[in-house]
């Protein structure tokens, strides 16, 4: 009956699987149907003592002139940043396409207010005085410098406010990803002033996340040394529960140095303090938008400030600065950012997981090898070798296990048979058999579970490193970050339709399924007929469970199996020629 039950079990949680493919598409289209259909409305109000909100495209005045744009042009970057409320909200990758296409749009990390998916940067002060006038959202910057803004091309927003005082935001890049702000306030009056300056982030809607528990998307930063992480729902859920804090705030806090920001899989748009030693006062946010569609309405907000208003005295500058990270999550370029400037476990961005130790050398180790090869497809199978070389001892001596114990198969039936009606007497037989043969027939399990963790931080390393993003193979894999796109139920695009998700079997999961029952084929068959019949059905289970993995990680699993099997038939094979020379040498 337990046998049963199990049986069942495991059919209801095959379904539960192939009903939420179904299911999960729909949602999706629903969720992009709904941020198309959403008009640009009103920003979220700022935490009080941050910043004055700016208008909308719709409040302004028709008769005002068009916003002035200073262009961005740097090596990896494009774009521009809007002159009016100095938000940078134009931003492209040059070196990355949203598809393997050749001509494919260029990925885009901000977009302006007026666009369907706002996101963009912005640099500001609040007035703590009650008196001093500070630029805002709808406020006109004039430009000090030649642009475009870029490489050793620093350019300085300036704007004056009739009272004495000029705001200044001093503007460079590099050649990767990271900009420098440098705010200063010049006092020309007789009296000190006093003002709070602020750096954020801001999305305007909810950007559609892959949804893939291993993956996070969302909220991230270190603070005060700490890794802190909150999924987009998570953070809503906190920020309606906040109590005695801003309104909208999921999380606030003071820290010494550290960075917060917006992560997706492959891209990060990121604010840190450029003197890491420095108190700062940073914070998680989100407000929603009434009459709006959900997905249209979530406001999300990072942002750093002063822990207190700074005073500039007469005659003073009083500055605040801090550096934006917007781009791609490439290793070696955030471990050169966290090295060079300081900033604390920047490349934490990178979701590596909690096998961070071995994701991260094994991300090297593959690196190296695709340096040397140039194909990752190729470092990942000299990776695979590298890996069995290392486990052989482990491997074999469960496989020697193993094929002992299939060796010893028609003993152990002879037992059963003998002693059907006597369980408990059949299973002490069984037990003194493997003591006289010195088989443990649980030293097979060790090998697995040692490499788990491995497997899993390989997953890891083709799933969040954007190196493997859009790497090809050979044949028809042109990524190895994505799922193969053959499909066995279109015989192999023979037929031209579009089955459903959960019928999608590619040609490399069934070389996968297929090594994989080779390799079952070899090992032991369970005395238990239910565990047989288990067994028996895993190769197929497995091969429709990794059908939607990324190519690089079926890829991988073949070629594992195919070494696992050359493995095992070696050893069963010097296995049953030392039992022969042992059988000779008895009879003799």
């Known amino acids: 009956m337990d046998n049963k039950r199990l049986l069942l079990a495991i059919a209801i949680s ?26 640009t409305a009103p920003t979220m109000p700022l935490p009080p003592g941050t910043a004055s909100p700016a208008p909308t495209a719709n409040n302004e005045s028709p008769a005002r002139a068009a916003a002035e744009h200073l262009p961005i042009d740097t090596p990896r970057l494009s774009g521009s940043l809007n002159l009016r409320g100095a938000r940078l909200d134009d931003l492209v990758l040059k070196n990355y396409r949203e598809t393997v296409a050749p001509n494919s749009p260029l990925v885009r990390i901000f977009a302006p207010r007026e666009e369907l998916a706002p996101y963009y940067a912005q640099w500001g002060w609040t007035a703590t005085d009650g008196r001093t006038r500070v630029p805002d959202g709808d406020t006109d910057w004039t430009v000090q410098g030649a642009g475009p803004l870029g490489p050793d091309r620093p350019v300085t927003l300036r704007w004056d406010n009739g009272q004495g005082q000029v705001f200044e935001i001093g503007l460079s890049v590099d050649s990767n990803y990271m900009f420098t702000a440098e705010q200063r306030v010049i006092n020309s009056a007789a009296e000190p002033v006093q003002v709070l300056p602020w750096s954020r982030v801001r999305r305007e809607r909810t950007p559609t996340t892959a949804g893939y528990y291993i993956l996070h998307e969302g909220f991230v930063g270190v603070l005060d040394g700490r890794l802190q992480e909150e999924k987009y729902a998570a953070a809503k859920d906190a920020a309606a529960k906040a109590q005695g804090g801003a309104a909208g705030t999921a999380l606030e806090q003071e820290t010494t140095g550290g960075w917060a920001g917006f992560t997706d899989k492959y891209w990060l748009a990121a604010i840190a303090p450029t003197d890491q030693s420095v108190r700062m006062r940073a914070a998680f946010r989100h407000t929603a938008e009434a009459g709006l569609p959900a997905a249209a309405a979530d406001r999300w907000q990072v942002d750093f400030a002063a822990p207190a208003p700074i005073q500039a005295a007469s005659g003073a500058t009083a500055t605040f600065s801090t550096r934006l990270f917007a781009g791609a999550k490439e290793v070696r ?70 094929a002992r114990m299939k060796n010893l198969a028609p003993k152990m039936q002879e037992i059963k048979e003998r002693n059907k009606d006597d369980p408990a007497k059949a299973q002490q037989e069984m037990m003194g058999l493997y003591k006289t043969e010195k088989i443990n027939p649980a030293s097979g399990c060790l090998p697995i579970l040692i490499q788990i963790p491995v497997f899993f931080a390989l997953y890891k390393v083709l799933f969040v490193t954007i190196e493997m993003r859009q790497a090809p193979f ?76 990324p190519a690089g990680l079926v890829i991988y699993w073949s070629w594992n199996n195919l070494l696992s099997v050359a493995q095992q038939y070696y050893i069963s ?16």
């Open 333 to 402: 370029t955030l471990d050169a950012y966290r090295d060079g400037l300081g900033i604390t476990n920047f490349d934490k961005a990178i979701d590596f997981g909690w096998f961070y130790f071995l994701t991260k050398p094994f991300f090297y180790a593959i690196d190296w090898l695709f340096q040397v090869f140039g194909n990752f497809g190729i470092a990942i199978l000299i990776f695979t070798v590298a890996l069995k070389a290392l486990f052989f001892p482990l491997a074999s001596k469960a496989y020697k296990s193993m």
């Open 573 to 588: 094979r010097h296995e049953r020629a030392e039992r022969k020379q042992t059988k000779a040498l008895a009879s003799t």
């Open 14 to 39: 095959v379904a539960i699987l192939l009903g939420f493919e179904l299911w999960k598409r729909p949602g999706v289209q629903q969720q992009q149907q709904a941020q198309q259909q959403a008009q």
């Open 474 to 549: 050979f044949g028809w894999i042109r990524d190895l970050s994505a799922p193969d796109p053959t499909n066995l139920f279109t015989l192999f695009g023979l037929i031209p339709w579009t089955p459903p998700e959960f019928l999608h079997m590619p040609a490399w999961a069934i070389i996968m399924g297929i090594t994989m029952f080779v390799q079952f084929k070899l090992n032991p068959t369970p005395p238990d007929p239910v565990q047989a019949k288990l067994f028996a059905f895993m190769p197929l289970i497995f091969t429709f469970m990794l059908a939607s993995f």
